[in-house]
């Protein structure tokens, strides 16, 4: 029988097998757990194989810390004891003194051997085995991705499996290792990325690298490939329900949805735009407060955030309308945030957008002047805010500014004079 990923042997009493048949089997049992990783997976490291660097009697030693990863053809690396790996860069630096940056990467490896039976028919030993073991690979870095990004599939889990490592496919990167200098003997770095999110983000400025606590920049991790995601009691109860909640869906075009209800325990930070379709609550008095109206027909929603609007009964209008008698206008309603979502009114798409009363907001700003934290801020007739250089009078829109400007945009809370 020839070895084949999905063919396995059928027993019977009696039954006489040779080395093929049961390399078969193995190659069967070992393809099917090669393929559920390379299928449900990503490959990378999923449990320790941190890099750190230790000082010794003969100067500074990076370590491998012991851990599992899966190769890139499905395969598990196990790492049981720490590892030294400056001798193997040592002279690979030698060779190159002028490289200062290095990448590290783990490689699945098999090794055949002699089992320790000593038993030998017909001139050939009795106990061969193989071994399933790694080796590590340094060399000089090559482009990096962006931090957001990682390399792709490597093996589709269709293919042929259970069959000789490929270390193109195999190899998973671990970090990398810098030295500031190529002159002398400089203490090696492991390249770090910042692991943590600082709601305000704070002032300090000291290298990530001096924290072994963070991940190692560049290196590959495990991750899920899924369409949805359910808590095991969901599955189970779902056998006799019509249909599954999943808790967490995630589609390739219209993004992540949160399909039950979610607790955020600690801080959150949004880069781009939050948009709201239902109300929102606010459990402290200075939550800001957000109304959502139509907006008039020679206007967009988009070119709107950042200004000032007036109202007409339900419907946005750009800029400050006022009366020309009038030298504060009681039109002024607050400042446009965010496009909401459309609506139809008898067969025509009406824009919507989100107007902040009170409370953050991010403003266009109009100055030449240096703008500053603590800065009161006024409306001028096209909507933008520009500094006041006199007192606001009572009623006026205003905003005071609370954070740094942003391009021409100022984070800032909105208020009446």
């Known amino acids: 029988m020839a070895s084949s990923d999905n063919i396995r042997v ?21 393809a099917a757990l090669e393929r559920r990783s390379l299928a449900r997976d990503m490959f990378g490291i999923a449990w320790g194989l941190g890099l750190r660097v230790e000082g010794g009697a003969s100067g500074s030693i990076i370590w491998l810390d012991p851990g599992v990863a899966y190769d890139g053809e499905g395969k598990p690396i196990i790492v049981r004891e720490r590892a030294e790996l400056s001798s193997l860069l040592s002279p690979l630096r ?28 017909c001139g050939q030993a009795m106990a061969p085995i193989t071994t399933e073991g790694y080796r590590i690979e340094i060399e000089p870095i090559d482009t990096p991705l962006a ?14 499996l259970a069959g000789s490592s490929t270390p193109a496919r195999s190899r998973v990167r671990l970090g990398q290792v810098t030295f500031a200098s ?22 300090d400025t000291t290298s990530p690298d001096a924290d072994p606590t963070l991940a190692p920049a560049r290196a590959e991790y495990v991750g899920v490939v899924a369409a949805q995601i359910a808590h095991p009691r969901q599955w189970t109860g779902s056998r006799n329900a019509p ?4 808790a967490i869906v995630l589609e390739p075009d219209s ?13 959150a930070r949004v ?34 955030v950042g200004f000032a609007v007036s109202w007409d ?68 007739d096209q909507g933008e805010l520009m500094l006041s250089g006199t007192p606001h009078e009572a009623g006026s829109l205003v905003a005071k500014v609370i954070g740094a400007p942003a391009g021409d945009r100022v984070p800032v809370i909105v208020c009446l004079g």
Do not use: M
């Open 10 to 30: 059928r027993y019977e009493d009696g039954l006489i097998l040779g080395a093929a048949q049961l390399s078969g089997d193995q190659t069967y049992f070992r």
């Open 255 to 267: 993004g992540i949805h949160l399909e039950q209800n979610t607790v955020l325990h600690a801080n």
């Open 94 to 121: 030698k060779a190159s003194p002028d490289q200062l940056e290095w990448a590290v990467y783990l490689v699945f490896q098999e090794t055949e051997q002699q089992g320790k039976q000593s038993f030998v028919y």
């Open 243 to 246: 249909a599954l909640s999943a």
């Open 271 to 304: 880069e781009g735009v939050l948009y709201v379709n239902g109300q929102t609550v606010g459990a402290s008095s200075d939550s800001g407060y957000c109304v959502v109206l139509d907006v008039s027909s020679d206007a967009k929603a988009k070119d709107l």
């Open 313 to 380: 009964k339900d419907t946005a209008t750009p800029g400050v309308k006022k009366a020309p008698t009038q030298e504060v206008s009681d039109h002024v309603l607050g400042i446009a945030v965010a496009p909401d979502a459309n609506v139809s009114v008898s067969g025509q798409t009406i824009e919507r957008v989100r107007v902040a009363v009170a409370g953050p907001a991010l403003v266009k700003v109009s100055s030449a002047t240096p703008i500053s934290i603590g800065n009161w801020l006024v409306l001028k």
């Open 147 to 160: 931090d957001d990004q990682r390399p792709g599939a490597r093996l589709a889990p269709q293919s042929q």
């Open 182 to 203: 190529a002159i002398g003997n400089p203490t090696p770095v492991i390249t770090r990325r910042k692991g943590r999110i600082e709601i305000p983000e704070s002032a």
